[in-house]
């Protein structure tokens, strides 16, 4: 009797585990984006009130307005790599979860689908820092 008692509670306590896992991973994927587009808020924030001293030390409404402009196009990029960003680090879990289930038949063939992965994740990483992710959009629907 008692083994089984002590075997439902492991199980229990088992699924709490990888509920929990789940949630905190999750969990720190969101606080990332976050994060990000905190940044670019800031940023433009920062920008914004530049211009607005600048405007207050008699610079002409023509400069200020320019500069409002400057200040909404750099955060107008800041937020579309932000969810560049946050699409390849999804893409980059499911490519690792791929490589986890797949039925591999030696450890060579375990690194060689993690290294694909990593290096998918980082030419995905490059596309998104250089802004060219609608760029690189566009071909690919113009091919198809």
Do not use: W
């Not at 699924?15 to 905190?24: A, G, H």
């Amino acid at each position: 009797m008692e083994s089984l008692a002590t075997r439902c509670n492991m199980r229990i306590l088992f699924l709490l585990v990888i509920s929990t896992l789940i949630f905190i991973n999750t969990n720190a994927q969101r606080i990332r984006e976050s994060s990000c587009k905190d940044s670019c808020r800031t940023t433009k924030v920062q920008c914004m009130s530049s211009c607005k001293r600048g405007f207050l030390r008699r610079l002409s409404k023509q400069n200020f307005l320019r500069c409002f402009e400057k200040c909404s196009k750099t955060a107008g990029a800041c937020y579309p790599r932000c969810d560049c960003m946050a699409l390849v680090e999804r893409e980059r879990k499911g490519c690792d979860r791929a490589c986890d289930s797949y039925p591999f038949t030696s450890s060579f063939d375990i690194s060689h689908c993690y290294k694909e992965c990593k290096f998918d994740y980082e030419a995905g990483q490059k596309i998104c820092e250089a802004g060219t992710m609608f760029l690189h959009r566009d071909l690919e629907t113009t091919i198809s």
